[in-house]
Every structure is written in structure tokens, then in C-alpha cells.
Nanobody
Framework: QVQLVESGGGLVQAGGSLRLSCAASGRTFSTYAMGWFRQAPGKEREFVAAISRTGMNTYYADSVKGRFTISRDSAKNTVYLQMNSLKPEDTAVYYC?????????????????WGQGTQVTVSS
């Protein structure tokens, strides 16, 4: 089992940047591919980005491609989401998730463990 704790959310103006962190504890971090999802009010939770166990492969939703970057630091058991050029439509609760399956999966049901979420609010 793995426990995930997100941090780094907050309020930022449109065009600004934030970096989210997700600290993992428990089973070996490298066992899991990691992902970020987000959920805006009244909407379904949606895939944002994912990274493979080695960090060699990354995957992004079209809506964030070119603006967001996912990375992982195995020494710190942490995965990051660098968010640049933020837009009001990026406002959501962001969740970190871990999967024993394929990093290329964009389905919530494929992820085994979830953090509690961190709020990101982008003002116009």
C-alpha cells in the first residue's frame, strides 16, 4: 500500500505558475506509475498527466500539453506537476494517484491509490 499527500495548491492569477508536489510513503515508490487528475465543481474527475515508473515516459491531456510538466524524484519519493500559463479553466481540486498498471492509462479506475487533493484556483 502507498499513502499520497499533495501540497502546493493555492490562488494564482491567470498566466501565473504553481508547482504541485505529491509525497509518497509506504511501498516502494518505483513500483508505481504516477498520475495527476483534477476535478472542477460540478464536473467529473479528469486525467491531467502521468509518468512511468522510470520517469522516461510522460503523458498529458490535450488541454494542458505544453503548459504542464510532470516529473518524479525517486530519491524523495515525490512526483511533481509544474503548471505554467495557468488559465481560469484550470481551477479544480488536483489529485495525485498511483497505479500498479500502465502509466499510459487515463482512466480513474486504473489507479489504485489516491491523495486527498489540493485546491488550485486561477483568477482572471
Amino acid at each position: 500500500q502507498v499513502q499520497l499527500v499533495e501540497s502546493g495548491g493555492g490562488l494564482v492569477q491567470a498566466g501565473g505558475s504553481l508547482r504541485l508536489s505529491c509525497a509518497a510513503s509506504g511501498r516502494t515508490f518505483s513500483t508505481y506509475a504516477m498520475g495527476w487528475f483534477r476535478q472542477a465543481p460540478g464536473k467529473e474527475r479528469e486525467f491531467v498527466a502521468a509518468i512511468s515508473r522510470t520517469g522516461m515516459n510522460t503523458y498529458y491531456a490535450d488541454s494542458v500539453k505544453g503548459r504542464f510538466t510532470i516529473s518524479r524524484d525517486s530519491a524523495k519519493n515525490t512526483v511533481y506537476l509544474q503548471m505554467n500559463s495557468l488559465k481560469p479553466e484550470d481551477t479544480a481540486v488536483y489529485y495525485c494517484a498511483a497505479t500498479l498498471g500502465l502509466a499510459s492509462s487515463r482512466e480513474r479506475s486504473d489507479y489504485d491509490y489516491w491523495g486527498q487533493g489540493t485546491q488550485v484556483t486561477v483568477s482572471s
